[in-house]
């Protein structure tokens, strides 16, 4: 699920989707998308379902909408993957 936030207008009903890449890397595993979103240099973070589907984030966008997650959700830390 995608939760409801200003970052994610547009994407909101995505649910029940395999992630199969970020940034053209094949993913392995949940620790592995921390990984290489947190390495990344690229200015846009993107994600590929398996059915096709594809969400495109501005990482520094990701970064600051950390305060929309705790107020909305309580959620203090954005390593909850």
Known sequence: RVLPLTINNGYEYSR???LVKVNDI???NLEHVKEVINNSEEEYIVFLF???GR???EKEKILQSSSELFENYKVEI????
């Open 55 to 57: 969400i495109v984030l």
């Open 26 to 28: 094949e993913i392995q």
């Open 50 to 52: 398996s059915g096709g």
């Open 16 to 18: 029940n989707e395999v």
């Open 78 to 81: 954005l390593d909850n993957l």
